[in-house]
């Protein structure tokens, strides 16, 4: 049966966990794999969801089947927290997903079932996966301009030129915030500009929110998401809980559909249901539980914005000191840009050449493209971590 299968290529990423892994150097920098870090490397579990854990462990007294959509009241808080409480409920479904992964492909399934030949723009460059989950779901690929790797920010007019030769109907995916892998991010007049574009055009916007409250805060990074919404007659979204929630491993993640009216909505709504009967029936309970437990509790939901803030204060931090080093080991402003990027991620903008000469010379870790994770940053090296940069420039 398996005798002409070719092993499936290697997850680079997680490939170069394993190298740093194996590497014996103690000054050794992982600035790879996407989890966000506190000081200390680790990546803890945020104290209000160990709280709704245990509340959750003591008041469940089952763990019969919840249904397709999995948990209604976090389906709603969900909502909420992506369109902001002065959005139109009526208009907006919710179904909970397996992570802002299952999400997308749930979101994709539906578009399938909405248009066999749906063709989705994405962003130059993109979230590796965002293609492939797009591909599995049988939609059409086209790609707009995005990052202009020598200033470091968004190539805006070239990606409004891409977008006004998409036909009718098509999809433009859009990070809702911190851009991943480049951290560049459209401001707030840009976003005006694509809703107008989009409106215009008789385009569906596609919004992937995986790192809400990782930008500018909570409500600021959903700006351009409910900028969108205000104008346009549909969109639909995906949303992740597992960078501003941590909590990676149980898989938690919203598909959600705005659509003309309500009855719409919910047609929308059943055929998402039904796409997701066919590949996992439902989603994981647990974190979907204790994230919705965590934003119905006015006291916990503090506690967690207080601990997401400190978490975003903490990478912008890094960023400003990293900016530094690299202007002062460099004698110059090429990497000013890591300071006004926002989320997880920037990328340098080094070749993989160089890439490749940084984690072999100084054990300094990052992704081929030369993507790095901010809260990787080390706090008391920053100037060693630019020299080295430094020294593999030409
Ligand atoms: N979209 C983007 C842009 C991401 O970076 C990620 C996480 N790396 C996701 C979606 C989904 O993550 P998950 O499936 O782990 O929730």
Same mark, same amino acid.
């Given at each position: 049966?398996? @005798?002409?299968?070719?092993?499936?290529?290697?997850?680079?990423?997680?490939? +170069?966990?394993?190298?740093?892994?194996?590497?014996?150097?103690?000054?050794?920098?992982?600035? %790879?794999?996407?989890?966000?870090?506190?000081?200390?490397?680790?990546?803890?579990?945020?104290?209000?969801?160990?709280?709704?854990?245990?509340?959750?462990?003591?008041?469940?007294?089952?763990?019969?089947?919840?249904?397709?959509? %999995?948990? #209604?009241?976090?389906?709603?808080? $969900?909502?909420?927290?992506?369109?902001?409480?002065?959005?139109?409920?009526?208009?907006?479904?919710?179904?909970?997903?397996?992570?802002?992964?299952?999400?997308?492909?749930?979101? &994709?399934?539906?578009?399938?079932?909405?248009?066999?030949?749906?063709?989705?723009?994405?962003?130059?460059?993109?979230?590796?996966?965002? $293609?492939?989950?797009?591909?599995?779901?049988?939609?059409?690929?086209?790609?707009?301009?995005?990052?202009?790797?020598?200033?470091?920010?968004?190539?805006?007019?070239?990606?409004?030129?891409?977008? +006004?030769?998409?036909?009718?109907?098509?999809?433009?995916?859009?990070?809702?915030?911190?851009?991943?892998?480049?951290?560049?991010?459209?401001?707030?007049?840009?976003?005006?500009?694509?809703?107008?574009?989009?409106?215009?055009?008789?385009?569906?916007?596609?919004?992937?929110? #995986?790192?809400?409250?990782?930008?500018?805060?909570?409500?600021?990074?959903? +700006?351009?998401?409910?900028?969108?919404?205000?104008?346009?007659?549909?969109?639909?979204?995906?949303?992740?809980?597992?960078?501003?929630?941590?909590?990676?491993?149980?898989?938690?993640?919203?598909?959600?559909?705005?659509?003309?009216?309500?009855?719409?909505?919910?047609?929308?709504?059943?055929?998402?249901?039904?796409? #997701?009967? &066919?590949?996992?029936? $439902?989603?994981?309970?647990?974190? #979907?539980?204790?994230?919705?437990?965590?934003?119905?509790?006015?006291?916990?939901?503090?506690?967690? @914005?207080?601990?997401?803030? @400190? $978490?975003?204060?903490?990478?912008?931090?890094?960023?400003?000191?990293?900016?530094?080093?690299?202007?002062?080991?460099?004698?110059?402003?090429?990497?000013?840009?890591?300071?006004?990027?926002?989320?997880?991620?920037?990328?340098? %903008?080094?070749? @993989?050449?160089?890439?490749?000469?940084?984690?072999?010379?100084?054990?300094?870790?990052?992704?081929?493209?030369?993507?790095?994770?901010?809260?990787?940053?080390?706090?008391?090296?920053?100037?060693?971590?630019?020299?080295?940069?430094?020294?593999?420039?030409?």
């Amino acid at each position: 049966m398996f @005798e002409d299968l070719q092993p499936a290529p290697a997850d680079k990423i997680l490939a +170069l966990i394993g190298l740093y892994r194996a590497d014996p150097r103690t000054n050794k920098v992982d600035l %790879g794999v996407g989890v966000y870090k506190d000081r200390d490397g680790k990546t803890p579990v945020m104290r209000a969801v160990r709280e709704a854990e245990k509340r959750l462990l003591n008041s469940q007294d089952t763990k019969t089947y919840l249904g397709l959509a %999995g948990d #209604a009241g976090f389906n709603a808080v $969900m909502a909420k927290l992506a369109f902001g409480p002065g959005a139109d409920m009526t208009r907006i479904r919710a179904a909970q997903a397996p992570g802002g992964s299952g999400a997308l492909r749930l979101v &994709a399934e539906l578009l399938k079932r909405t248009r066999a030949d749906a063709t989705v723009w994405l962003s130059d460059p993109t979230w590796p996966n965002h $293609m492939p989950v797009m591909r599995a779901a049988g939609l059409q690929i086209r790609e707009y301009p995005y990052f202009d790797a020598a200033s470091g920010f968004v190539r805006f007019d070239d990606m409004l030129a891409a977008l +006004l030769t998409a036909e009718r109907g098509d999809v433009v995916l859009l990070h809702g915030c911190c851009h991943n892998p480049t951290g560049a991010n459209l401001d707030a007049a840009q976003w005006q500009a694509v809703t107008d574009l989009v409106v215009e055009r008789g385009l569906l916007p596609f919004v992937d929110i #995986a790192y809400q409250g990782f930008g500018d805060g909570l409500e600021a990074d959903a +700006l351009g998401l409910r900028l969108l919404a205000a104008k346009v007659p549909e969109m639909v979204v995906a949303s992740s809980c597992s960078k501003n929630f941590a909590v990676y491993r149980d898989r938690v993640g919203a598909a959600m559909v705005l659509a003309r009216d309500s009855a719409q909505a919910d047609v929308a709504m059943s055929q998402m249901l039904s796409a #997701a009967r &066919a590949m996992y029936s $439902m989603p994981p309970d647990h974190g #979907a539980a204790a994230v919705r437990i965590v934003l119905e509790d006015a006291s916990l939901r503090a506690d967690w @914005e207080a601990e997401l803030e @400190e $978490m975003r204060l903490r990478m912008l931090r890094l960023r400003v000191q990293f900016a530094e080093a690299l202007r002062r080991q460099s004698n110059s402003d090429r990497f000013d840009f890591v300071a006004s990027h926002r989320g997880m991620f920037s990328r340098l %903008g080094l070749t @993989e050449g160089q890439v490749e000469r940084l984690r072999a010379e100084h054990g300094v870790y990052m992704v081929g493209d030369s993507r790095i994770n901010v809260a990787g940053l080390p706090e008391d090296g920053m100037d060693d971590l630019a020299k080295a940069i430094v020294s593999v420039l030409d």
